[in-house]
T-cell receptor
Framework: LAKTTQPISMDSYEGQEVNITCSHN???????ITWYQQFPSQGPRFIIQ???TKVTNEVASLFIPADRKSSTLSLPRVSLSDTAVYYC???????????FGAGTRLAVHP | DVKVTQSSRYLVKRTGEKVFLECVQD?????MFWYRQDPGLGLRLIYF???????EKGDIPEGYSVSREKKERFSLILESASTNQTSMYLC??????????????FGEGSWLTVV
């Protein structure tokens, strides 16, 4: 199964940078790493996607080392509204059949 | 803006009822998915479809069926609802990728309670 491993939970404070690391030791050559954010009672929302090195958008940065066995989602200067569950996924299979792990529950405190 | 719309946000049904959950996407995506999400179990794939009238079982298809008569619409059917099908149901869609770099878009979810 195309599973990933990430911490179950993290705590942070407003204004801090948060880094969430995901392990994907068996990543395939064609796999991309994709991160989603989910608030309670809502569907997951796409944050960022990358293949290697660094990707940055208006929301986050994604760092993937050369061996691609892990990746790190970086959220700059978090706010209370960033409290959510964050999922790291491999895009595996011809039809993008995503397999979700348990995600990381991020709690941002005042 | 991409849009995956689930017709019902909250439903309450009785045990044994037939339940339809409808999902429509406006992005001309080939692939559509139905997941359920339960506390402590994360998202689990029920069924997916990669083309009109095509379907494949996911990880937990028992007790469910699906219908894909038009490209934009993917329906999840509970033939005889049971209390253990109380859950949040999420529909999603994506393009068919030659590589794996495409994004899956989710709807807002449908909360189903079976009493």
């Amino acid at each position: 199964l195309a599973k990933t491993t990430q911490p179950i939970s993290m705590d942070s404070y407003e204004g801090q940078e948060v880094n969430i690391t995901c392990s994907h030791n068996n990543i395939a050559t064609n796999d991309y790493i994709t991160w989603y954010q989910q608030f309670p009672s809502q569907g997951p929302r796409f944050i960022i996607q990358g293949y290697k090195t660094k990707v940055t958008n208006e929301v986050a940065s994604l760092f993937i080392p050369a061996d691609r066995k892990s990746s790190t989602l970086s959220l700059p200067r978090v706010s209370l509204s960033d409290t959510a569950v964050y999922y790291c996924l491999r895009m595996s299979g011809g039809y993008n059949k995503l397999i979700f792990g348990a995600g990381t529950r991020l709690a941002v405190h005042p | 803006d991409v849009k995956v719309t689930q017709s019902s946000r909250y439903l309450v049904k009785r045990t044994g009822e037939k339940v339809f959950l409808e999902c429509v996407q406006d992005m001309d995506h080939e692939n559509m998915f139905w997941y359920r999400q339960d506390p402590g179990l994360g998202l689990r794939l029920i069924y997916f479809s990669y083309d009109v009238k095509m379907k494949e079982k996911g990880d937990i298809p028992e007790g469910y069926s699906v219908s894909r008569e038009k490209k934009e619409r993917f329906s999840l059917i509970l033939e005889s609802a049971s209390t253990n099908q109380t859950s949040m149901y999420l529909c999603a869609s994506s393009l068919t990728a030659e590589n794996s770099g495409n994004t899956i878009y989710f709807g807002e979810g449908s909360w189903l309670t079976v009493v």
